[in-house]
């Protein structure tokens, strides 16, 4: 079974906030203050500018796109996050924007590398935006991220 999820995610005001200036970018809630925008095929086409090449390491982050992260940061941090995993192996990349920069990452881990001591990318990014894991589980499941296996899923 995979599991896919490119998105940004924020507060869950602010990015009511850029999906009010940008259309194709549609908020879904996370929990604790949270909520995400999966790049859709329509998302990617209306914010990339001039391609899509691999911006700053990640495969689905289109060429300008994180001009536009460290601007919408100015509201307060933002991450983008990407993993990619088929039957238990995979790979996940996170960075976290605020005040206008990157202030995370790019945080990789390929395919058969262990996590940091630190956590996922995407569990030190969620870190990194105020979550607070619970219980024996980390960032990325106190926010139920792994609820959906695809992106388009989160705003169906």
Do not use: N
């Not at 982050?61 to 238990?88: H, I, K, M, N, Q």
């Amino acid at each position: 079974m995979s599991y896919v999820l490119s998105a940004v995610i924020g507060d869950a005001e602010l990015l009511r906030g850029v999906s009010r200036a940008v259309p194709a970018a549609r908020a879904a809630p996370l929990g604790q203050g949270l909520s995400l925008i999966p790049m859709t095929g329509a998302l990617f086409d209306a914010v990339a500018e001039g391609g899509a090449g691999e911006a700053l390491g990640f495969w689905r982050l289109p060429e300008g796109f994180p001009a536009r992260l460290a601007d919408w940061s100015t509201g307060g941090p933002l991450a983008y996050v990407e993993a990619e995993y088929f039957g238990g192996v995979g790979e996940q990349q996170a960075a976290v924007w605020d005040g206008g920069a990157i202030v995370l990452g790019p945080v990789q881990v390929r395919e058969c590398e262990p996590f940091p001591p630190a956590g996922s990318p995407i569990s030190q990014a969620l870190r990194r935006l105020g979550v607070v894991a619970d219980g024996d589980g980390d960032e990325f499941s106190a926010v139920k991220l792994g609820r959906h296996r695809h992106g388009d899923q989160w705003i169906a």
